[in-house]
T-cell receptor, first 114, second 113 residues
Framework: DAGVTQSPTHLIKTRGQHVTLRCSPI?????VSWYQQVLGQGPQFIFQ???????GRGNFPDRFSARQFPNYSSELNVNALLLGDSALYLC?????????????FGEGSWLTVV | DQQVKQNSPSLSVQEGRISILNCDYT??????FLWYKKYPAEGPTFLIS?????DKNEDGRFTVFLNKSAKHLSLHIVPSQPGDSAVYFC????????????FGTGTRLKVLA
C-alpha cells in the first residue's frame, strides 16, 4: 500500500518567488495536515484540511495557503518567499480530523530559498 | 511557549540495553500522544501512541508510559538495536476543537554496537 506521497522532494527558489507543494494521502484517509520543520526543531503545524475544508491553521502568515481536492490530495502554496521559509515541508494524513487520530507523514519536500 | 518539551537533546546507549526517552508537556488538555522516529532525509515514522485514558501501551520492543499527574511520558526501547539510532519526537494533541499536534524538539538516540 502506498503511503503519503509528496512532490517535489527537493527544490530551490529565489526570494520573492512562489512555490506549490503537493501531497497525496494514504488511500482512505480524508484528512491532510501540513507541517514545517526547520533544522533542530520539531515539526510546526501549518494547516489541517478535512473533507476539503480548512479545519485548523497554525501561526503562519497569510503568504501560506493550502487547499484540498475532491480526491483528498492537497497543495500547499507559499507566496513571496523569504529566506526563513527554507525548511522541510511535511504532509501528513489521517483517517479523521480529531485528536485520537494518528497522523502518518510523507518523506517531505525540502525547500531552499536563496 | 514550548508546550511539549524533550529536555535531552541526545542519548547514547549500548546495544541490547534499554533506551528511555522522555517528554514533558504543560497543557493538561492534551489527551493523545504519539512518538515518531526520524532518520536524516526522511519523513517521521510513526512508532506508538497512547491515549490519556491509559498509562501504558506496548508494541513489540516499544513501550510508552504516561504519567498524567506529572504531565510526563516516556518511550522505552528494549532491547536497543543499532538501527534504532535516529531522532525521536513526541507529539501531543488536545480534545475536539483543535486539529494540530504539538511536537517536541526531538532527542537524538545513538545505539552503540
Amino acid at each position: 500500500d502506498a503511503g503519503v506521497t509528496q512532490s517535489p522532494t527537493h527544490l530551490i527558489k529565489t526570494r520573492g518567488q512562489h512555490v506549490t507543494l503537493r501531497c497525496s494521502p494514504i488511500s482512505g484517509h480524508k484528512s491532510v495536515s501540513w507541517y514545517q520543520q526547520v533544522l533542530g526543531q520539531g515539526p510546526q503545524f501549518i494547516f489541517q484540511y478535512y473533507e476539503k475544508e480548512e479545519r485548523g491553521r497554525g501561526n503562519f502568515p497569510d503568504r501560506f495557503s493550502a487547499r484540498q481536492f475532491p480526491n483528498y490530495s492537497s497543495e500547499l502554496n507559499v507566496n513571496a518567499l523569504l529566506l526563513g521559509d527554507s525548511a522541510l515541508y511535511l504532509c501528513a494524513s489521517s483517517v479523521g480530523q480529531n485528536s485520537g487520530n494518528t497522523i502518518y507523514f510523507g518523506e517531505g519536500s525540502w525547500l531552499t530559498v536563496v | 511557549d514550548q508546550q511539549v518539551k524533550q529536555n535531552s537533546p541526545s542519548l547514547s546507549v549500548q546495544e541490547g540495553r534499554i533506551s528511555i526517552l522522555n517528554c514533558d508537556y504543560t497543557n493538561s488538555m492534551f489527551d493523545y500522544f504519539l512518538w515518531y522516529k526520524k532518520y536524516p532525509a526522511e519523513g517521521p515514522t510513526f512508532l506508538i501512541s497512547i491515549s490519556s485514558i491509559k498509562d501504558k501501551n506496548e508494541d513489540g520492543r516499544f513501550t510508552v508510559f504516561l504519567n498524567k499527574s506529572a504531565k510526563h511520558l516516556s518511550l522505552h526501547i528494549v532491547p536497543s538495536q543499532p538501527g534504532d539510532s535516529a531522532v525521536y519526537f513526541c507529539a501531543a494533541s488536545a480534545a475536539a476543537g483543535t486539529y494540530k499536534y504539538i511536537f517536541g524538539t526531538g532527542t537524538r538516540l545513538k545505539v552503540l554496537a
